[in-house]
């Protein structure tokens, strides 16, 4: 009985703690990854992002080091038009609003054409 009560509190402990996803709705572009703000060194074959700088800035730490936002390394799943891509965030992107995304090319090709430059429409989860 006392496992049980302890199993049960863990549980509701845990929900409580865990963080609240945010979604997201913006454009998708494209961009030739190198060395990012997260520290990690990317090419254009990676299946990396960059996340707006506004949200990126949101979750900096006490540190003033960029390389240890906690979305560094953070893997998301962006969608557009049905087809989907997973990607990890390496970098910040600085003209991008709340939404958007700056993907690798071989990311963004997962979604639309590189002829499209820009897309509209991208939606994607924290």
């Known amino acids: ?44 074959s990676d299946f990396v992002v960059a996340i707006s700088h506004i949200l990126y800035d949101s979750y900096q730490t006490a540190s003033a080091d960029p390389n240890k936002n906690p979305l560094c390394g953070v893997g998301i799943t962006a969608t557009y038009n049905g087809k989907s891509v997973g990607v990890t965030v390496v970098d910040r992107c600085v003209s991008c609003a709340e939404g958007d995304l700056d993907f690798s090319p071989t990311a963004f090709s997962q979604l639309a054409s590189q002829d499209l430059g820009r897309i509209s429409g991208v939606t994607w989860s924290l």
């Open 1 to 44: 009985m006392m496992f049980r009560l302890f199993f049960i509190l863990t549980i509701i402990a845990y929900a409580l703690g865990a963080p609240a996803v945010a979604s997201f709705t913006g454009q998708g572009t494209f961009y030739e990854p190198g060395l990012g703000a997260c520290g990690f060194t990317n090419s254009a």
